[in-house]
Antibody, heavy 123, light 107 residues
C-alpha cells in the first residue's frame, strides 16, 4: 500500500534552515507530483508548493518563493523540502502529500499524506 | 489568490444527526472543490474530490454538492468516528488554498 514516511521533529534557531524528508513506498515514485502543506499550531492548512518528481519542475506558493526548495531522489524514493531563513512564524507541522493524479493527470488535490513533521523555531 | 470561507467554524451535534458544512470561494472555481477530514494529531484524509466524488473507502453517508462559488459537505447520519475537523480546498488555480476548517464536536 502507499506509504509516505516523514523524518523526525526538528528544533531550529531563527535564521537557520530545515530540511524535511518524505520517504515513499508502494507506488512508482516519479509518476506522481508531491506537494508540501503546513499547519501552524491550532491553525488551518497552508499549501507551500509542489514538485514534479519526474522532471524536477517545481511550483511554489509566492509566499515561500525565495525561501523554499523542493527536491526528489528517485534512487531512494524520497522527496525533500528545505525552508531557509526560519522565523517563529514557521513553527508548524509540515506534511508531504501525494497528488491524486498520475503523471500528466495532475489533479492538485491530495490522496495520501505523510504523518507530518513538527518543526519548532525558537531562540 | 482564491479565498475559501467555511461556515460554521464549529458545530455541536449528536450521533445520528444530519450535518451540513458550507464552503464559499471568493470567485468561481467550477467544480474544483475537495474535502478533507482531520482528526487531532493526524494528517488530513481526503473525503471527497471534484465536489461530489467520494474517495475510495469513504462511507456513503458523506456527500458533496455545489458549483461555482458555493459548496456543501453533508453527513447524513453522524457517527462517533466523524467527530473531527473538516477542510475544503480548491484545486482550480494555484496557489491552492484551504478553508479555515469546521470542527464537528459532540453535543
Amino acid at each position: 500500500q502507499v506509504q509516505l514516511l516523514q523524518s523526525g521533529p526538528e528544533v531550529k534557531k531563527p535564521g537557520a534552515s530545515v530540511r524535511v524528508s518524505c520517504k515513499t513506498s508502494g507506488y512508482t515514485f516519479n509518476a506522481y507530483y508531491m506537494h508540501w502543506v503546513r499547519q501552524a499550531p491550532r491553525q488551518g492548512l497552508e499549501w507551500m508548493g509542489y514538485i514534479n518528481l519526474n522532471s524536477g519542475g517545481t511550483n511554489y506558493a509566492q509566499k515561500f518563493q525565495d525561501r523554499v526548495t523542493m527536491t526528489g531522489d528517485s534512487s531512494i524514493n524520497t522527496a525533500y523540502m528545505e525552508l531557509s531563513r526560519l522565523t517563529s512564524d514557521d513553527t508548524a507541522v509540515y506534511y508531504c502529500a501525494r497528488d491524486a493524479g498520475i503523471a500528466a493527470f495532475r489533479t492538485l488535490y491530495f490522496d495520501n499524506w505523510g504523518q507530518g513533521v513538527q518543526v519548532t523555531v525558537s531562540s | 489568490d482564491i479565498q475559501m470561507t467555511q461556515s460554521p467554524s464549529s458545530l455541536s451535534a449528536s450521533v445520528g444527526d444530519r450535518v451540513t458544512i458550507t464552503c464559499r470561494a471568493s470567485e468561481s472555481i467550477s467544480s474544483y472543490l475537495n474535502w478533507y477530514q482531520q482528526k487531532p494529531g493526524k494528517a488530513p484524509n481526503l473525503l471527497m474530490y471534484a465536489t461530489s466524488n467520494l474517495q475510495s473507502g469513504v462511507p456513503s453517508r458523506f456527500s458533496g454538492s455545489g458549483s461555482g462559488t458555493d459548496f456543501t459537505l453533508t453527513i447524513s447520519s453522524l457517527q462517533p468516528e466523524d467527530f473531527a475537523t473538516y477542510y475544503c480546498q480548491q484545486s482550480y488555480s494555484i496557489p491552492l488554498t484551504f478553508g479555515g476548517g469546521t470542527k464537528v464536536e459532540i453535543k
